[in-house]
Nanobody, 124 residues
Framework: QVQLVESGGGLVHTGGSLRLSCAAA????????MGWFRRAPGKEREFAAA????????YYADSVKGRFTISRDNAKNTVYLQMNSLKPEDTAVYYC?????????????????WGQGTQVTVSS
């Protein structure tokens, strides 16, 4: 079992930055691949970024590539999402997710543990 708690959301202007954190409670954090997903108002949940258990492999949606960076600190049981050059279309609730495999995927269906979400709002 893994409990996930996101933090770091907020309101920023276009072009600004935010860093989201996701703290995991549970053992063997390094055996879980982690992902960040988001759901914008009126839209389906979509993949943003994912990272393998060791941190050696990362994946990004085309819409965030070059602007967002996912990382993890296994000693602190925490995964991060650094978001730069934010755009109004990045406005969404961002969710942290974990899957009980070292390898990461981009499908939300493969993640069994989810946080409660944190709101990110980018004003134009």
């Amino acid at each position: 079992q893994v409990q996930l708690v996101e933090s770091g959301g907020g309101l920023v202007h276009t072009g600004g930055s935010l860093r989201l954190s996701c703290a995991a409670a549970g053992r063997t954090f390094s055996t879980y691949a982690m992902g960040w997903f988001r759901r914008a108002p009126g839209k389906e949940r979509e993949f943003a970024a994912a990272i393998s258990g060791t941190g050696g492999s990362t994946y990004y949606a085309d819409s965030v590539k070059g602007r967002f960076t996912i990382s993890r600190d296994n000693a602190k049981n925490t995964v991060y999402l650094q978001m730069n050059s934010l755009k109004p279309e990045d406005t969404a609730v961002y969710y942290c997710a974990a899957r009980n495999y070292v390898t990461a995927t981009m499908s939300p269906l493969t993640y069994g543990y989810w946080g409660q979400g944190t709101q990110v709002t980018v004003s134009s």
